[in-house]
């Protein structure tokens, strides 16, 4: 199942999304009567999308389907597209952006953060005049986020493991993906992510879902480090983390969850969860070698991506602001970052 396949309705799915300014669910903090609330006043380039990491992330969808199929039989026609990323990804909109953030060292921490460094690489990568305007205009944004990144890091002594936008695996592992990071504090990711998770073991499956994830908290985790050791080194931790699964013992990560009621936007959270699961599964399973368990997660991804994929376009809003951005991750994985070898190796299990 292609992206391109979908490339038009997620294009109209993006662009209807991003220029919709209400219903917004902003994530602000009254300090005096005389401040502008209007989306557009606090958000000139992020306004729509009902909340600001939807809003970023929709428009690194925008971006992905223009590089991957813009003047394709898939997405011929881009001139709509191309018009409403030159209004917002402008020098003036993001030098605001970039001040809010800078203002507001907890904002959209590290979820939208991640997707603000996610959209910055896709407009790298797409290049051209396009690209190099939008990425242009997103420096001094990308650069906010570097720093704040550079500063959290330090004293956060403990992960956010809840299925969340506050998962801090989630984040961090998109985030190397970007190639945004200053070489510092990419440093600084990859040592978190192995103080945090390099002595997990026997992951707690059986605990999820939990009934408003659209993370799961164990497959993020390991792709997060699968983002930061070597891959050897990934298969022995991995075994630790999630033993069984070369044995064929049951794995709850690996069924479908249960969406009871797709228009609920808690319950809902779920078909987000089937998408990133089938995401996370085929990645991790790309990064073994051949065997039952590459087998079984190559399996579950499969089945939880034909899952997820109907609920992407039903014309409700509740989903229609975020879900096509899962569906094009599970469906088009960013490429995996280059690990750097850890200080310490992992044991193997015992």
């Known amino acids: ?8 309705a997620f294009a109209d799915l993006a662009l209807a999304n991003i220029t919709r300014e209400y219903p917004n669910f902003p994530a602000h903090l009254v300090t005096s009567p005389d401040e502008c609330l209007e ?41 709509a597209a191309v018009a409403v990323l030159d209004r917002h990804l402008t020098p003036g909109n993001l030098a605001t952006e970039a001040a ?12 939208g953060w991640a997707w603000l460094l996610a959209l910055a690489a896709e407009c790298r990568v797409h290049g051209g005049a396009e690209g190099d305007r939008w990425s242009g205009a997103l ?21 956010v ?27 600084a990711v990859r040592e978190r992510l192995l103080s945090w998770y390099a002595d997990d073991h026997d992951a707690p499956a059986h ?5 408003q994830d659209f993370l799961s908290p164990a497959l993020t985790e390991a792709d997060a480090m699968r983002r930061a050791l070597p891959p050897e080194r990934f298969a022995v931790w991995l075994d630790r983390f999630l033993p069984g699964l070369g044995a064929g013992h049951p794995c709850a990560l690996l069924e479908v969850p249960v969406v009871s009621d797709h228009a609920d936007p808690q319950i809902g959270h779920l078909l987000g969860l089937t998408l990133s699961r089938a995401a996370a599964l085929r990645a991790l399973a790309d990064a073994l070698p051949v065997g ?19 609920a992407v376009e039903r014309g409700d809003f509740t989903t229609d602001h975020w879900l096509a951005t899962f569906a094009a991750l599970a469906l088009a994985p960013v490429a995996p970052a280059t690990p750097v070898t850890p200080a310490a190796p992992v044991a193997p299990r015992r």
Do not use: I
């Open 292 to 310: 039952p368990v590459r087998a079984r997660l190559g399996e579950a991804a499969e089945a939880h991506l034909a899952a997820g994929m109907p």
């Open 139 to 159: 420096a001094p944004a990308v650069a906010a986020v570097d720093r704040l990144l550079a500063d959290w890091l330090p004293k956060a002594t403990y992960p």
């Open 100 to 111: 809010y953030l800078r203002d507001r060292p907890s904002f959209e921490r590290p979820y």
């Open 1 to 8: 199942m292609p992206l391109s396949a979908h490339a038009a």
């Open 207 to 211: 605990w999820e879902p939990s009934g």
């Open 39 to 79: 989306p557009r006043c606090l958000h000139p380039a992020f306004y729509g999308a009902y909340d600001w990491h939807s809003s970023v992330h929709m428009h690194w969808l925008l971006v992905r389907l223009l590089h991957r199929h813009g003047g394709t039989p898939a997405l011929p026609d881009t001139g």
């Open 161 to 187: 493991r809840h299925g969340n936008h506050p998962n801090s695996a989630f984040a961090l592992g998109l985030a190397l993906d970007s190639g945004e990071l200053s070489a510092g504090t990419d440093q």
